[in-house]
């Protein structure tokens, strides 16, 4: 197949592209941002028609969550624009459009995971961008679009919540992190396992929820942080988010429900505290502060 990866260089198109190059006969365009802009219409349009995929994955986002609370036009840009030109080109060329997607798009005051069909309810500019995003895509391209939403990523590329709880382990005797926030951490790399088997099988357009089974909260991901380190989880501390004031709210709890995947018969991402050990064994040196 012939695979066009929009959003490249960050951490889930990375390991995207690294995990395409290792399977036989599988052609892979990988452009960054400054390769491919994808709210430039031309642009776009020429990629597209040139290249001709199979498959579109759009990585592409603008994930500054609290500069978005200022700028909100360019996560708009980049969120909402972006994926609806990338639609109109699928749907003109037959190509799956493959969308990534966030939690942000729910209001956070859930007590049980989101199912996929949810009302989304964005309380910040970054999801309201990315929900434009997705309600683009499914109005352009009903037939081929794909929204994957996904929750609390990190990789070994780029930066990340793991790399900096790593950094502040090393220049803090204690951490204080929020426990009243709740989620499910998601590798990247496992992660774009499955975003390969999406777009590999005969499945049904729509949206989908793809994150790392079960549930914690920041609190608990830096203790294990901690522990994959080496490092005693005891001097994590729990505090509340009011202190920790930010300009773009975030959810109090973002867990997002796989059912919809696992119905449609495609395979389940890691238990997230079994992902992390893997991530540390595999990259463990790419989470380390230099």
């Known amino acids: 197949m012939r695979w066009l990866v929009t959003g490249a260089r960050g951490q889930l198109g990375t390991d995207l592209h690294r995990l395409l190059a290792e399977r036989p006969g599988e052609e892979v365009l990988a452009v960054g941002s400054s390769e491919l802009d994808v ?7 020429d990629a597209v028609a040139r290249f001709q995929p199979d498959v579109v994955v759009n990585c592409a986002a ?7 609370e200022t700028d909100p036009a360019a996560a708009h840009r980049v969120n909402a624009v972006g994926p609806a030109l990338l639609a109109a080109e699928a749907a003109r060329s037959g190509a799956k459009l493959i969308h990534i997607s966030t939690d942000y798009v729910f209001d956070g005051t859930a007590v049980e995971p989101y ?3 949810a009302p989304t309810n964005p309380r910040s500019a970054y999801g309201r961008s990315k929900a434009d995003g997705e309600q683009a895509v ?22 990340n919540f793991v790399k900096t709880m790593a950094r502040l ?8 992190v929020v426990d009243d926030q709740t989620g499910a951490p998601t590798w990247t790399y496992d992660l774009a396992g499955r975003l390969i088997d999406l777009a590999a099988g005969d499945y049904p357009p729509g949206i989908y929820h793809c994150t ?11 203790r294990a942080i901690f522990a994959e380190l080496g490092k005693d989880p005891e001097r994590v501390q729990p505090t509340t988010t009011d202190k920790f004031p930010r300009p773009a709210p975030r959810p109090a709890f973002s867990v997002l429900s796989d059912a919809e995947w696992l119905a449609a018969g495609l395979p389940p991402m890691m238990e997230w505290r079994e992902a992390l050990a893997a991530a540390f064994a595999a990259d463990g040196s790419a989470y380390l502060p230099d």
């Open 39 to 45: 709210a430039d219409r031309v642009a776009v349009a």
């Open 115 to 117: 199912p996929v069909d």
């Open 138 to 159: 499914r109005e352009l391209a009903p037939d081929h679009g794909y929204v994957v939403r996904t929750s609390w990523v990190y990789g070994a590329h780029g930066n």
């Open 62 to 68: 603008y994930n500054a969550v609290d500069q978005a």
């Open 212 to 222: 790392g089974r079960g549930r914690t909260t920041w609190f608990g991901f830096t």
């Open 169 to 176: 382990e090393r220049s803090n005797e204690t951490l204080n």
